[in-house]
């Protein structure tokens, strides 16, 4: 018998029909999952975690295991973040599907770049989430689904270790990569058009967008071929993906090295990969980056201030380092995006949107202790209340009310 028909053997059962919702988690490493387990569990839905190896669970097709799990838990919904990590080829969602199984899935990798993923996924019994709005148009346009906007959340475990306070502070730092090596990886793409120089069509791509963080990279590509009446060909869609990516990188690494050029005059600490000491080989405040993340917690505990530049991927969102800077005890100043800015409403502080205020603002904290204080207490305060894993199952939670509950 093979593993499909092994997994159809399992007898149908009524969904959400008990108290307390069944949920089970694929936990393929990727830390979220852990988070998201603990705070189902916190809000009194049953939970069981099914582990797999992402290169393992391929080989030996995780079926037989899985089937088990589904007959003896009887799960009303599955979450996975990025469609389990492997399932590229929707293996996964295929069979949920086929059983009735809803499939909750929070795809935390950009859509375009991974567009061959998610119309494998696709079916009725799916429920995405993302933490981007800008993506829901995209994905609604593109794929035919419209997702559910959640945004990343607050990692707990920084309560968990154990900052010294008597670390020195330093004034003001950065972390973050170049992607170099990946840009060079992305760099061979071929366009099967003779009359398109790709020198040009590629400037013109990165041109916009840097100009237009909502653009639709896809779309433009488009609109780029009717100003030139012409037609673009690439070998094939993983060909184009991999070209989206390179423009993404390379885009976010312009906008990096403009800010950071900036910041170098008011000696920032930039702490990455190696190849930034070839972006700015002048500067020689460029360190390693740490290599576990209790040890980049302490570095920014060891940090008065931390510069947050936003991503091209994230241009609304929220990300790991403004949360994981402020409830590290450090002051996190953020280019701001629709919700940082929100945040810091909530906490009474104004966001900060040109690059040349940037000083002033820095000098001021620096010489304002009990504001400085201030400020991180209240938006840790806002963090807290609001941007922590059990607000995201809240958001999950209204989901089933008013959405599953419809059709049990």
């Known amino acids: ?98 059983l009735q199984i809803r499939h909750f899935c929070y795809f935390i990798d950009h859509p375009t770049i991974n567009s061959e993923k998610f119309k494998n996924n696709l079916y009725p019994f799916l429920s995405l989430f993302v933490p981007e709005k800008r993506w829901i148009n995209t994905i609604a346009t593109r794929f035919g689904t419209i997702p559910v906007y959640l945004p990343l959340a607050y990692n707990s475990d920084i309560e968990k270790y154990k900052i010294s306070s008597s670390l020195a502070k330093h004034d003001f730092m950065y972390h973050g990569y170049t992607f170099l090596e990946r840009i060079e990886e992305l760099s061979n793409f071929k366009i099967i058009n003779g009359d398109v120089d790709p020198v040009k069509f590629h400037n013109y791509m990165i041109a916009k967008l840097l100009d237009n963080l909502d653009l639709d990279l896809v779309d433009q590509i488009e609109e780029f071929e009717k100003e030139n009446e012409t037609e673009l060909y690439f070998d094939s869609e993983n060909e184009l993906n991999r070209y989206i990516e390179r423009l993404f990188l390379e885009s976010d690494l312009f906008f990096k090295n403009y800010v950071l050029d900036k910041m170098t005059k008011l000696y920032i600490n930039i702490y990455g990969d190696e190849k930034w000491r070839s972006v700015f080989p002048d500067y020689n405040k460029i360190f390693n980056a740490p290599t576990n993340h209790k040890e980049l917690i302490e570095l920014y505990n060891s940090h008065r201030i931390i510069l947050n530049i936003k991503s091209r991927m994230l241009p609304t969102g929220i990300s790991n380092v403004f949360f994981e800077g402020f409830m590290s005890g450090s002051y996190v100043l953020a280019e701001p995006t629709e919700d940082i800015e929100s945040i810091y409403r909530d906490a009474g502080i104004e966001a900060i949107f040109k690059i040349s205020e940037v000083k002033n603002e820095v000098s001021f904290l620096l010489a304002n202790e009990k504001e400085y204080y201030d400020r991180i207490g209240r938006v840790q305060d806002v963090i807290k209340r609001k941007h922590t894993y059990l607000n995201r199952v809240d958001v999950i939670t209204a989901f089933i009310t008013n959405v599953i509950a419809r059709v049990k």
């Open 1 to 98: 018998m093979d593993s499909l028909s092994l997994c159809l053997k399992i007898p149908k059962y009524k969904k959400f029909s008990s108290s307390n919702i069944r949920v089970l988690l694929f936990d393929d490493g990727n830390f979220i999952v852990g988070h998201f387990a603990e705070a189902f569990v916190k809000k009194d839905y049953a939970v069981e975690v099914f582990k797999i190896n992402r290169i393992e669970t391929i080989k030996k097709r995780y079926f037989k295991s899985f089937t088990k799990v589904l007959e003896e838990f009887k799960p009303d919904l599955i979450f996975s973040i990025n469609f389990s990590g492997f399932d590229t080829e929707g293996s996964l969602s295929a069979l949920l599907n086929v």
